[in-house]
């Protein structure tokens, strides 16, 4: 089926049919195109072929795991949104999925509403990131704070010239800091912009991402995010407080 160019395209990676027709039955009635896949391995093909503007992944797949599709993609330098899909909800879990890569993490049995609400919320963060200008980026999409420069073109990061691997999440969370430097950010805006959520129900998850890039930036300099209590966080050269 040939889907119209003008409306977002989702797959949906799913074992179970009683699922997948669900899901997919709601994306049609809100406008979405849709594909669907059984395996990772369908998966993953399907992603390369239709370049889809969201992927809804299950994590116990019967070929390889959710989390495998996920990093695939991701070491690809595929950055298509990605909501897991899951019966097993456990903050392991959901730390492990969201560090390689994944958005959002969405639990079975779960409401078809808000998960519509969830992908509408990505993509519009998406389409931000996507269209965003910024007057701390230069032509070739790099930014600079201090000695720390990101560069949104070719994925890298580095601090007074040492190279700092980042995962896909800790990444968008650093470019998100630097494109608003010297503001304090909210949990529930990083929540938002980094990972598409409307509500501050995770907001550990903004912590724990926040402690992940300040054991990797504070070794080489002066500490840059920095907290203000009961608010959020601040990339600044000092704290001013």
Not at 68 to 81: A, F, K, T, Y
Request: net charge negative; hydrophobic share 40%.
């Amino acid at each position: 089926m040939t889907e119209t160019a003008t409306r977002p395209h989702v797959l949906v990676i799913d074992d179970e049919p009683n699922i997948r027709d669900l899901v997919q039955a709601a994306l049609r009635f809100h406008g979405f195109g849709v594909t669907t896949a059984e395996t990772g391995g369908e998966g993953l093909g399907l992603a390369r072929e239709r370049r889809p503007d969201l992927i809804l992944l299950d994590v116990l797949l019967p070929d390889i795991t959710g989390f495998d599709v996920c990093r695939r993609l991701r070491d690809s330098g595929n950055d298509v949104p990605v909501i897991y899909l899951t019966a097993r909800d456990t903050p392991s879990d959901t730390v492990t999925g969201l560090s390689l890569g994944g958005d959002d993490y969405v639990t079975k049995p779960f409401s078809v509403e808000a998960l519509i609400a969830r992908i509408h919320a990505l993509l519009r963060r998406a389409r931000r990131d996507e269209h965003a200008a910024d007057s701390a980026r230069d032509e070739h999409g790099v930014l600079r704070v201090a000695d720390l420069e990101l560069n949104e073109r070719t994925w890298t990061v580095r601090r007074g010239g040492v190279p700092i691997e980042l995962s896909p999440t800790e990444f968008r969370l650093l470019a998100y800091l630097m494109s608003n430097a010297g503001q304090v950010l909210t949990r529930a805006q990083l929540l938002e912009n980094v990972w598409g959520w409307d509500y501050a129900g995770q907001s550990q998850i903004v912590e724990t991402y926040v402690s992940y890039l300040r054991r990797k930036l504070d070794p080489l300099g002066p500490a840059l995010i920095h907290t203000q209590r009961g608010v959020g966080y601040a990339l600044r050269i000092r704290d001013s407080a």
